[in-house]
């Protein structure tokens, strides 16, 4: 019968058929205790030699390894060599349900003969084949395409030491530091120190120096470094450097949504920083979606996580007074928003993804009041009225209208190709920033094909381009990186402060579009223009406030790249 290729074979000591290694060892501590140690390419398995019965293997996956290094003895006395191996498999944990990555630490000692030489080059040899085995197994999601982080790859990881509740640097020694020495990752630690450094250090540096940028902070920090790339005259390029996340703030979406990504448990605070810390070590880069957001006053920003207006937005901001409490912090700003909860006035278009069905299973259509009474609008010079012969599912969203440009010239001439003139305005002083051949720019009608929600009257509107808004907000259950789609999310006037609250509190499970409210209405889409009336409010890019107005904006998928699982 033939042996299974994972078991040992004690006839081979040094380098057996290919896919198997196989050696016998002994404990780090104490050389009377011996191990049997077998590499495939899958799996590390370690049995301890004994004379008694039932001997248990453990067996380690390579996926979870981020790193192997052999070393010499403590002292010249010893001429045995080491080599060791660090993993991150999920256990379970300690004080709660659920399993983790936890880390494991595996030494063994290798004293084949009395030369310490050659005891080093056999450890070397095994960690070397550990290393180059697990790089080969590292985990991968089925249709993702990814490329790799160079190796040895040269790391810069910007830190801002006041993110969350300013333990973004205690974070970063306690749990992320060891993990790069493990996995021979070299870097370079920049801690920023005023708004806007980051933004000015990427947008100058010498980016050829570094196979990746890390972010150790909340999600504005990230904002910061993506804008400071665009800056650039080599934007092209230089927004193809990998961008990695390492949850150091109080938000941490981005990070909680790469985690998810991951096909991995839910995780949160200390768990979500050592998931990310891996996937930084494996080195898998991904797509990332960018979109472009317009002011009104023609300044233009690239975000990667979301635009927000009304609740969303009032909350993010004015719950910066709470920050010292940490993630809570947007608990509290929501009790207080509720307490007094607003309802703001504007206008919104967008360009629908028509591929898309406009609701996900289980989410309700939404029945909304009465149109306003008629204001100039976003579409003032187009017509404005429901299609006629429209399908069942149309006539259930009363609150759209699509607009039909064939009666407007301008609104045509804004879906051919835009002129060169345009394109430098949509730059916003960027040399050759991608075009936005989607918008038509705030002082012109929406372009043929958008829709117009009749609605005037929200509570609040939020476009979110990755899965969750903070660590405990699923948001948007069907997103990914680079998924193409805007998700677009806005509650009409009239609902309750309970069943907003219901919202939210079922948002922590992603089951938010199940709970058939009347007033909330998702829609994936490619574009967007919102105009506020109100004179009073705040709008948000990426948790950071901007310019309150008009602003329009479009989806650039995989513009960017992420280290991600």
Request: charged share 20%.
């Amino acid at each position: 019968m033939e042996k299974d290729a994972s078991e040992p074979d004690p006839s081979r000591h040094r380098n057996g058929p290919v896919g198997v290694l196989y050696g016998e060892f002994t404990d780090m501590l104490n050389d009377r205790v011996r191990y049997s140690v077998s590499l495939t390419e899958s799996a590390l398995s370690i049995q301890k030699i004994s004379a008694s019965p039932g001997r248990t293997k453990v067996v380690f996956h390579l996926a979870d390894c981020v790193g192997c290094r052999a070393h010499g003895g403590p002292d010249g006395a010893d001429a045995g060599a080491y080599f060791t191996a660090y993993f991150y498999p999920f256990k379970r944990r300690w004080m709660s349900a659920g399993v983790a990555r936890q880390r494991v630490e595996q030494c063994f000692r290798v004293a084949l003969v009395q030369d310490p030489v050659a005891n080093l080059r056999e450890a070397e040899m095994w960690a070397r084949a550990i290393r180059e085995a697990s790089a080969l197994q590292a985990p991968r999601r089925d249709g993702v395409v990814y490329s790799e982080v160079r190796r040895p790859c040269r790391v810069m990881i910007l830190v801002n030491p006041h993110s969350g509740r300013g333990q973004a640097l205690q974070l970063f020694s306690g749990h992320v530091q060891g993990m790069l020495t493990e996995a021979a990752v070299p870097y370079k630690l920049v801690i920023t120190e005023h708004q806007n450094h980051a933004r000015e250090l990427v947008r100058k540096a010498d980016l050829s120096q570094w196979d990746a940028l890390v972010i150790m902070s909340g999600d504005g920090l990230l904002f910061e470094v993506i804008n400071g790339l665009m800056d650039r005259e080599d934007w092209e390029q230089a927004i193809q450097t990998p961008l990695g996340i390492l949850p150091g703030g109080s938000g941490n979406a981005l990070a909680a949504s790469v985690h998810h990504y991951s096909q991995s448990p839910p995780a949160w605070n200390e768990e979500l920083l050592l998931s990310c810390g891996f996937m930084l070590c494996k080195g898998l880069v991904g797509p990332l979606d960018l979109v472009s957001i317009h002011l009104a006053s023609q300044q233009r920003l690239f975000s990667f996580l979301s635009l927000a207006w009304g609740f969303v937005a009032d909350v993010d901001i004015e719950s910066e007074k709470y920050r010292h409490v940490g993630a809570i912090r947007f608990l509290m700003g929501t009790l207080v928003r509720l307490a007094t909860l607003r309802v703001y006035q504007g206008r919104l278009a967008y360009l629908p993804v028509k591929e898309a069905p406009r609701y996900p299973k289980g989410n309700a259509k939404a029945v909304h009041p009465p149109a306003a009474p008629q204001r100039p609008s976003l579409c003032s010079s187009l017509p404005c009225q429901l299609l006629p012969n429209a399908s069942p599912n149309q006539n259930s969203h009363r609150n759209h209208t699509s607009a039909n440009s064939n009666h407007n010239s301008i609104a045509n001439s804004s879906n051919n190709a835009i002129t060169t003139k345009r394109a430098e305005a949509q730059s916003g002083g960027r040399s050759g920033a991608p075009p936005d051949s989607l918008l038509a720019g705030l002082d012109q009608p929406v372009p043929e094909g958008w829709t117009v929600v009749r609605e005037e009257d929200f509570v609040l509107v939020l476009a979110i381009y990755q899965s969750h808004l903070a660590e405990d907000l699923w948001t948007a259950p069907g997103a990914s990186a680079d998924d193409g789609f805007i998700h677009l999310f806005y509650v009409t006037a009239g609902i309750s402060r309970p069943a907003l609250l219901r919202l939210f509190l079922a948002m922590e499970k992603g089951a938010h579009l199940a709970c058939g409210s009347p007033h909330l209405v998702y829609e994936k889409v490619r574009a967007l223009r919102l105009e506020p009336i109100s004179p009073q409010g705040m709008i948000t890019v990426d948790g950071e406030m901007v310019e309150y107005g008009p602003v329009e904006a479009q989806i650039h998928p995989g513009l960017a790249r992420l280290v991600c699982g």
